[in-house]
């Protein structure tokens, strides 16, 4: 059974930096897309960053220039290096693995890592 499991949400000050990760067991294949989702209490999942198994980032307008995607193929793993945090960025943070293999595909998600951007 595939498992996703992310850590590294903490309380970070504004204009501070945090990595979260994203560790996915339980399959001998890969995520042919890992992403970064967000959610408030109360309103819908965003899409904050996504990476291809190839490397390919992109990212939602309002953490260019701050947030970085990676993923470790070989470790099963996907990073997310925050910076310059903003008080925007509270959230819980959620890891989705999407994998296709063959003509069948399915999504699996992670618990969730709170990050809180206080002073």
């Known amino acids: 059974q595939v498992q996703v499991v992310e850590s590294g949400g903490d309380l970070v000050q504004p204009g501070g930096s945090l990595r979260l990760s994203c560790a996915v067991s339980?399959?001998?294949?890969?995520?042919?897309?890992m992403g970064w989702f967000r959610q408030d209490p109360g309103k819908g999942r965003e899409l904050v960053t996504q990476i291809t198994e190839g490397g390919i980032g992109e990212y939602t307008d309002s953490v260019k220039g701050r947030f970085t995607i990676a993923r470790d193929n070989a470790k099963h793993t996907m990073y997310l290096h925050m910076n310059n945090l903003k008080f925007d960025d509270t959230s819980t943070y959620y890891c989705?693995?999407?994998?296709?293999?063959?003509?069948?595909?399915?999504?699996?998600w992670g618990q969730g890592t709170q990050v809180t951007v206080s002073s």
């Open positions: 339980g399959s001998i294949f890969s995520c042919s897309v």
């Open positions: 989705k693995c999407y994998m296709q293999v063959m003509f069948d595909s399915a999504e699996y």
